[in-house]
């Protein structure tokens, strides 16, 4: 596999993998266990409790991602990643002590501010990305980092999932050393200083003015418009298909428990989101179009959560599940690894902020919109509402978008 040539070409690029790879297995253990927390403390089916805690993850890391880019183009990479680990490793362990005494509400006021800190983490981590392989490297490097990612998800989510069973402050105290583990790991990766460094009050004064300029810089290049905006649509699908992967997983639970069926179809999308972006690459490295692909990306996605919201035996909804991550996965790697191959250094993290601020704020809206069509109707009319959400963006931003920047020139 092209990803471990990576490994062995690039030392710093192993140990920043390796650092998000033990972060990342703790960050599912915590999502099961907060999902799980949700679903069987709030009221009702527990949709909308769900939804509450996803809003709680994704709002506020979007709503940081853009000023997350500032810093990312003005500070040191390295140094942002080791703080911003530390950080969510104390806010983790707070969480661990909420979750033993079963104060949901509070529990989920700190998710909020740990998505706060959260969100400062990918444009940094796609700014070292571009420091630690060289540019022909880069979609080998995105599609590794989206298997792993899988990898991590499915093994956390698993895992999780039955450590879950037998209480979520456990779980939360496992991603909270995680996160310590990773800090160490990066603070061994050589500085990534930027040209535009300075001071924070500079960086603050300026961030409005900086995100001005990465967005006409977006809007200017149309293709690089798109990679930005590619992960939208599955934003605004996605956030209602887990508030039903919830749901459903509750109401089946085909594994025994409602958290055990919860954290094994997590591990099944999370390895159609390996497999997805394997594919993917190997297509447009054998010369299909970039744009078929993402159209049969979008084809496997929404028609994985589409069934979704109608299959009820085990075997229908592992696969629903499966084909759903599979095009997630896959349209992830594609946009992450266009914006990192064709945005210049400079502006880098302000685009990947641009880009998460888009996804995130979609899924959050999504979930909302799932949880309180769930509460009011049934799952199978949130599948019609998310698949539709997102083949409505797709139609935005595929064709009156473009029709848009060209009258405008």
Not at 33 to 46: D, K, M, N, R, Y
Not at 212 to 240: I, M
Not at 296 to 317: E, K, Q
């Amino acid at each position: 596999m092209e990803g471990f040539r990576l490994l062995r070409a690039y030392p710093a690029f192993a140990r920043f993998w390796l650092a998000e790879a033990i972060s990342l297995i703790g960050d599912w253990f915590s999502l099961v266990a907060v999902s799980v927390l949700a679903i069987t403390e709030g009221t009702g089916a527990g949709a909308w409790s769900v939804a509450v805690t996803l809003a709680a993850y994704e709002v506020p890391m979007a709503l940081v991602r853009p000023w997350a880019g500032v810093l990312a183009d003005r500070f040191d990479r390295r140094n942002l990643l080791v703080g911003i680990h530390l950080g969510q490793a104390a806010l983790t362990g707070l969480m661990a002590l909420l979750a033993a005494r079963g104060e949901l509400q509070a529990l989920q006021l700190v998710v909020v501010v740990r998505s706060l800190m959260s969100g400062l983490d990918w444009p940094a981590r796609a700014g070292a990305t571009r420091r630690l392989v060289p540019p022909e490297d880069l979609l080998a490097a995105s599609a590794f980092g989206g298997a792993t990612w899988s990898a991590m998800y499915a093994i956390g989510m698993s895992l999780g999932g039955f450590v879950a069973s037998y209480g979520a402050a456990f779980a939360l105290a496992v991603d909270t050393s995680t996160f310590v583990a990773a800090a160490a790991l990066l603070g061994t990766l050589p500085a990534m200083p930027t040209r535009a460094e300075g001071s924070l009050l500079r960086a603050a004064r300026r961030s409005l003015a900086d995100l001005r300029e990465a967005a006409v810089l977006a809007w200017r290049a149309p293709d690089l418009l798109g990679a930005v905006t590619a992960k939208t649509p599955f934003g605004l699908a996605g956030g209602a298909a887990v508030v039903m992967l919830n749901v459903v997983s509750d109401q089946t639970a085909f594994l025994g428990t409602g958290a055990a069926t919860l954290g094994v179809l997590q591990a099944v999308r999370g390895a159609g989101t390996g497999l997805g972006p394997l594919v993917a690459e190997r297509l447009v490295r054998g010369g299909v179009s970039l744009g078929r692909v993402y159209g049969l990306v979008a084809l496997a996605g929404f028609t994985g959560i589409a069934c979704f919201g109608w299959v009820r035996t085990a075997p229908l909804v592992v696969a629903a599940v499966f084909l759903w991550g599979a095009g997630t996965g896959a349209n992830w790697m594609l946009s992450a690894a266009e914006v990192q191959r064709r945005a210049p250094d400079e502006a880098v993290g302000r685009l990947s902020g641009l880009d998460m601020l888009l996804v995130e704020t979609s899924f959050g809206l999504s979930a909302l919109v799932g949880g309180a069509v769930i509460e009011r109707w049934r799952v199978g009319a949130a599948a019609a509402a998310a698949v539709g959400m997102g083949i409505a963006a797709m139609v935005v931003l595929r064709w009156w978008i473009p029709a848009l920047q060209r009258r405008t020139g």
